[in-house]
Every structure is written in structure tokens, then in C-alpha cells.
């Protein structure tokens, strides 16, 4: 909600609805096929990254990074400057602040340069914002108020007051200064009626109606709250106006005007469906579920509840995704421009040299015997050139691996981090929900189910760090007399909760007083690893055997079988593979592969072999046969 009291005036002026907004990118986006590379394409570019900066940052990275460009080329100062603070919008917008306040930095300096009143004012306020954004309130309002000096002077637009005056108000009233937070909204509200502005003068009514809900006067926030709707019914902005809908509904909840409420909800969460506004879609499920606990219809409410759930989890795994691709787009483009500067330095040297050797060879020209020096030092060049190039050819190799392994590394991170994460707020909302039904027997299951989801991440941060050592070498190899019973115990201890939760059936085959030569760690994680895979396909009900047998070759074989769906051969044969990060598997058995990974690792290092044997549909068995102490 704060990013929209943050921005929104700005683009209630510029968009004026969703169709008003996609008829704009597709027209600029046409004039940029014809536009010559001059600061008229500059300026082009700075509206689009502008218009795509709130709904579509990721995409506006793309056009503001070209416009920066350009405009240092040409170079076109004015332009430069407006390019930095649509970019640094961005930025801001996929939560990069420290590289938006970088951006912001230089804008206001070339500001200064300009003497331009209006950008230093733009700069303070995107500052400011940035900073409002990460509760830092003591340097957003320093940031507002260096603004605030200029904002009364000559060349200040009336868009940029009141996007400053909006800011201030909302800050102070967050800082619990609710007089000034008054003065400054309202402020704000009369310059948007002032400049004809419909739609900011309906997110400044509809401000002060949240203002003044927080402040328990129900009756007047209802009242700006229904002037800010009716101000937008005319317009069709049906993007401000579910806003507008969803807090007012709020209102209505809290004087008990329950059927209302629930209409205005649904009206809400109409419009954000048909717009494809996924965070009001979600702040609608909330709200429903309120509406449907305050009429006693629990189940109606957890069914609300449910979808938030599900949709909070993606609109977070889409917020990460577009934050790693801001930070790939930014490393990207900075190493292709250290790659030019780099060609032109490698271009001026070889002229350099050129000049030189074309001095040498004039001179060594005048005798026969200097020819005959030049031709042997030509050869000598182009030896050491072969032999270079093929050991850049052989790093860039390396390179690309190491690159591919690293970016494969982060997708694992993200997806399994996201389960055991997302389980954790799924419990507090929990926590929320059984503490208001007063669900004593729902609050009892709340621990297991926090230790469950503990016990998946730190198996992912223990695999993760053995991935990282073993990848630098400095994993020790300490092998030792362990014995095959204690080993498979230990899986089924580490496991015995998970196996009750769901219900399957854990039997032993193996003879006793096995033992093998290996170490213990690394025998302990493969174990682990192949009993959580296991544990994790295998259906509720079934059953897992842990068995070893030993070998005629002086070996013994440990085993892991289930009673799962399978693998394919297909996936048989990637997760054997060699290579360092495979990619991620599909289908009935799928996952990142860095558990699986690990086993192959240690087996190896341990002198060992792993197997996996499977038919789809009638289970897996993984062996691991190791030395026999």
C-alpha cells in the first residue's frame, strides 16, 4: 500500500487507466522502430521506462539502460539526467535501493550542473522515497525537506509538488506527526484539484480516508471514501478505483455493515482479476476471509484464507525472480561496458605497436640481416599468439562452466529455500487464525510443523555447504572402521518423525556386524540425502526398506528402495551425468539434483559406486557399494 501512496499520483496523470496505459507503450514503442539514435529516441526512451517502471520494472530495465546510454554518448546532459531517475524507478521498484540511490546521486548532481530546480526536487523526492520504502524515516524526510527548499521556486511542476506534498504527509502521519501529515495531504489534494487532476484528487481523498481510519473516525473516512469512488467512476479507472473499493469495504467491516462490506469486496476483486492486478486480487482474499470469520462461516473463511496463502507464494517467488534480473540486467550491462573500454584500450595499444613496428621494420629494412632478425621475431609473435589464444580459449571455457554452475546454483537456492520459507509465514497466519477461532488443538500442531519445515532448510544449508566445500578442496577424507547397523539407524532416527507423519512403513535388511572402511560424514549425508529423496516420493502408506549385503570383491552395498513412482531412463541417465550442476529434473520425480550431486561426490571420494535401479510405477532402488572394513 505505501509503494501506491508513494508513486501513484504520478501515474494516475500519466496512465489515466490500464487501456490508456498499453495504448501509450505500444505508440512509443512503434515511433522507437523508426527513431534515429539522437536525443529525440532519448526521450522517447525515458517515457517508456517511466510509463513501464510501476507494473512492468523488470521490462522498463531494458529501455532505461539503453536511454542512459545513449544519452552519455551523445551526450545529451537533460536527457542523462531524466534517464537516471526513470531507471533509478526502476530499480527502486525491484527493491535494488542501493544501486537507485546511486542513480539518484548522479541525476541531482547533474542537476545542479544544469541548474535545473525541477531535477534537483525529482532527485530529493526519488531519494526520499527510497528511503521511506525502507523505513529509513529519519533520511526520508532530510531527503523531503532539501525538496522541500525548491519546490516553491520557478520550474517546479505542479506534478512534482504534489507527489512531494503527498510523501510528506504520508511520512509524517507514519511518525505519528498526524497535523502535519494533515496539512501536507491536504496540500496535496488542493493542487490536484487545482490542475484539473480527477485522479490524483481521488488518492488524496481516499489518503486522508486511511489516515483517518487509522484514527478511529469511521464516519469521516467513510465519507472521503466514498467521494474518492465516485470521483473515479467517471474516469474507468478501475486499477485506483479497487483500491478505493477494498478500504472502504474495510470501513464498512469495522461499523459492522457486514453485506456491504462484502459487495464492494467482490466488486473489488472483479476489477483486479480482469486488470491482472495480483497484490489487490490478494488484499481482497484477505479481506473476504475477514468478512466471512466475522459471520461465523469458518469454512467459507480458511477457504480465503487457502488462496491468499497460494497467491502471496507466487506474487513472492515473481518478486524475487524480477530482483535477480534487475541484478543480472546491472552486472550484465556493467561487464559489457568494461568489455568496450576494454577493446578500446586493446585498440589504442595495438595502434600504438603498429606505429612502432612499422618504425622498426623501416629501419631493419635498410639491411638484409634486419629482415632476416624482423622474420624471426614474426614468427616468434605468432607462436606466443597461437599459444595464448588457445589458453583464453580454454579459460573462457572454464569460464562459461563456472558461470553455468553459479547461475544453477542460485536457481536451487530459490526453489528450495522458497518451501520451508513460505511454510514459516503460512504458521504465523496460522498462528493469527487459531488464536481468533480460539483453536486450542489447531495451536498444538503448530510446533511439528515448524520443526518439519526447520528440518528442511537446515538439510538444504548442510547440502549446501558440503557442495561449497567439496567444490574448494578442502573437505578432509578421514575413512575409519563404521559399522553398517549404527549408519542405517542413524537415517532412521533422523527421519522417525517424517516417517510417522506419514504413516509409511521403514524395514531393515541387513546382516549384523557389517562394517565398512569410509567416512563417517560423508557416508552419513549420502545416507541422509537418499532416505529424505525416499521419504519425499514415497506415497503415505508405503514403505521404505534400508538393507546392505556384502560383495564377493571384498564390498559392501548399501541400499535405499521405495516404494514410490519411479524414474524414467531418461532421468536416470542426467542424474548420473558428470556434469557439475545438471539441470532440474521433471515429471514424477523432480528437484534441483544437489542432494543427488553430493552422494555422487562423496561416493567418489570415498573409492565407492552409486547405482540407481527403478521401473516407473513400481518404486527405486539407490545402492551405494563402498570398501569393506
Request: hydrophobic fraction near 40%.
Amino acid at each position: 500500500m505505501r509503494r501506491i501512496l508513494l508513486f501513484a499520483v504520478l501515474l494516475g496523470s500519466l496512465l489515466g487507466g490500464r487501456a490508456g496505459y498499453a495504448d501509450t507503450v505500444d505508440a512509443l514503442l512503434a515511433q522507437l522502430r523508426t527513431q534515429p539514435p539522437d536525443t529525440g529516441r532519448v526521450r522517447r526512451l525515458n517515457q517508456l521506462t517511466y510509463l513501464l517502471h510501476d507494473d512492468e520494472p523488470t521490462r522498463g530495465l531494458l529501455y532505461g539502460e539503453q536511454s542512459v546510454a545513449l544519452a552519455r554518448q551523445l551526450p545529451d546532459q537533460s536527457g542523462l539526467m531524466d534517464g537516471l531517475l526513470a531507471l533509478a524507478s526502476c530499480y527502486a521498484n525491484l527493491s535494488d535501493d542501493p544501486h537507485a540511490l546511486q542513480l539518484q546521486q548522479e541525476a541531482l548532481l547533474l542537476a545542479r550542473q544544469l541548474r535545473s530546480v525541477e531535477g534537483q526536487v525529482r532527485s530529493y523526492v526519488g531519494m526520499g522515497s527510497v528511503y521511506h520504502e525502507r523505513n529509513d524515516t529519519a533520511a526520508a524526510l532530510r531527503n523531503y525537506l532539501r525538496a522541500l527548499e525548491f519546490a516553491y521556486r520557478p520550474g517546479v511542476s505542479i506534478g512534482t509538488q504534489v507527489l512531494l506534498f503527498g510523501n510528506l504527509g504520508n511520512l509524517y502521519f507514519t511518525t505519528g506527526n498526524r497535523p502535519q501529515g494533515l496539512v501536507f495531504t491536504r496540500r496535496a489534494l488542493q493542487l490536484a484539484r487545482r490542475s484539473g487532476d480527477q485522479v490524483g484528487e481521488s488518492l488524496y481523498l481516499a489518503n486522508l480516508g486511511s489516515y483517518y481510519l487509522q484514527m478511529n473516525q469511521l464516519s469521516t473516512a467513510e465519507g472521503l471514501l466514498r467521494k474518492a469512488v465516485s470521483l473515479l467512476e467517471p474516469l474507468g479507472n478501475q486499477r485506483f478505483q479497487s483500491g478505493h473499493l477494498e478500504l472502504l469495504a474495510n470501513i464498512l467491516l469495522l461499523r459492522n455493515e457486514i453485506d456491504e462490506a462484502d459487495n464492494l469486496t467482490r466488486q473489488a476483486l472483479q476489477q483486479a482479476r480482469r486488470l491482472g492486478y495480483q497484490e489487490r486480487v490478494l488484499d481482497a482474499y484477505n479481506l473476504l476471509a475477514a468478512i466471512s470469520a466475522r459471520r461465523n462461516d469458518y469454512e467459507q473463511a480458511f477457504d480465503w484464507q487457502n488462496r491468499f496463502r497460494v497467491l502471496n507464494d507466487s506474487i513472492n517467488s515473481r518478486s524475487r525472480q524480477q530482483t535477480l534480473l534487475a541484478l543480472q540486467t546491472r552486472y550484465e550491462t556493467a561487464d559489457k561496458e568494461q568489455q568496450i573500454q576494454q577493446l578500446i584500450d586493446r585498440e589504442g595499444t595495438m595502434q600504438q605497436r603498429s606505429q612502432a613496428l612499422g618504425g622498426a621494420t623501416v629501419a631493419l629494412l635498410l639491411g638484409l640481416g634486419g629482415v632476416g632478425l624482423l622474420y624471426v621475431q614474426l614468427r616468434r609473435s605468432r607462436a606466443a599468439l597461437a599459444t595464448n589464444n588457445q589458453a583464453l580459449s580454454e579459460a573462457t571455457q572454464e569460464l562459461r562452466q563456472l558461470a553455468a554452475s553459479k547461475d544453477r546454483l542460485y536457481a536451487i537456492v530459490a526453489h528450495d529455500l522458497r518451501g520451508p520459507v513460505t511454510s514459516f509465514a503460512s504458521v504465523t497466519e496460522l498462528i493469527d487464525f487459531y488464536l481468533k477461532q480460539g483453536d486450542e488443538a489447531g495451536l498444538r500442531r503448530l510446533p511439528e510443523l515448524v520443526r518439519q519445515s526447520a528440518q528442511q532448510l537446515n538439510h538444504l544449508l548442510d547440502n549446501l555447504l558440503n557442495w561449497a566445500v567439496s567444490q574448494t578442496g578442502e573437505l578432509a577424507f578421514r575413512p575409519q572402521v563404521l559399522a553398517v547397523d549404527e549408519l542405517l539407524e542413524g537415517a532412521h532416527h533422523l527421519y522417525a518423525n517424517a516417517l510417522e507423519a506419514k504413516q509409511i512403513t521403514l524395514k531393515f535388511d541387513s546382516p549384523a556386524g557389517l562394517t565398512v572402511w569410509a567416512d563417517a560424514h560423508m557416508s552419513q549425508t549420502v545416507l541422509r540425502n537418499l532416505m529424505g529423496n525416499a521419504l519425499k516420493f514415497t506415497p503415505a502408506g508405503g514403505c521404505i526398506v534400508l538393507g546392505a549385503v556384502p560383495e564377493p570383491d571384498h564390498h559392501i552395498t548399501l541400499r535405499v528402495q521405495d516404494t514410490g513412482p519411479g524414474i524414467e531412463p531418461g532421468q536416470i541417465a542426467a542424474l548420473l551425468s558428470s556434469a557439475a550442476l545438471a539441470p532440474p529434473l521433471h515429471g514424477p520425480r523432480s528437484g534441483t539434483g544437489l542432494g543427488l550431486l553430493l552422494c555422487r561426490a562423496f561416493t567418489a571420494r570415498q573409492s565407492g559406486i552409486l547405482r540407481i535401479d527403478s521401473t516407473p510405477g513400481q518404486g527405486t532402488t539407490v545402492s551405494v557399494t563402498l570398501p569393506a572394513a
